[in-house]
């Protein structure tokens, strides 16, 4: 049965200040189901208390993330390095996928890398499925990029039959796509969905004084701001036709949804999910 959760890289700060076992209650408390978790260190302290999350609240840890590699940037558990305790920590907490966050860039950078990227996945994901663990990979709006016609998810498809996807569908939708034929051309390997609202602010109106100012910096300004105006939403403050959506996300073969929200604007995270979980229990889920 599909669970709705949250990804938890909304609340790392939350974690760090008030424990990970709090946050999980809270989060239950809500109304979700589930948890991925994302950006918060998979120490002892907090997978011990993901475990009691889910004896004392029967809250799900849905997926972890992993990086393929370890780098500068990489920080967290990696499957070259940790390759072990990713594992333990699966068995451990239950977790039946974990999954690869983003592409490195220099992978993003022409054919040839982004192919030997999928290649390298595939090897990993061969030696996680030995272990019973999936490896999914999770798209941006660059993953709708193209290299001769081919877009570079569908390289890693290609290159990666083991792999399965983590379907952001707001980063669909930025991307240029229709979300709605995501999921139908992945139908069967979506296994991760993150459900996320895009929304498109009005122009602020202290914006237009910038057009008065006839300099090339205030124009180049103005335009920053105006790239600004799309945005990350809570579920149902947007402009996604979830009622469609989730159900063709279901029928993708989706096992998780996870609500997330990139940047948050000043609210609460906690009142984002509120919120999301409103909208969502509202239609149904």
Known sequence: MTTLGVQMMMLKDRVAEEGMFRVLERIKHLGYESVEVSQIPMNDTNTKDLERGASELDLRVGALSVALKKTATATGDALDTDFGKVVSDCRRLGVSFVRIGMMPFDA???????????????EAGQRLAAEGITLCYHNHHVDLAQFDGERIFDIVRRLAPTVRFEVDLHWVQRGGMNPLDMLKEYSGVCKLIHVKDYRVV????????????KTPEAHAEFMRRFALLPQFAEVGAGNMNWPELLPAALDAGAEHFFVEQDELYGRDPFDCLADSREYLRSIGY
């Not at 993003?108 to 595939?122: F, L, N, Q, T």
């Not at 009005?202 to 100012?213: G, H, I, K, Q």
């Open 108 to 122: 993003m950078a022409s054919k040839e890398a982004c192919e030997a990227w999928g290649r390298e996945c595939e």
């Open 202 to 213: 009005p122009l602020p109106a202290e914006n237009m004084a910038l057009l008065d100012d």
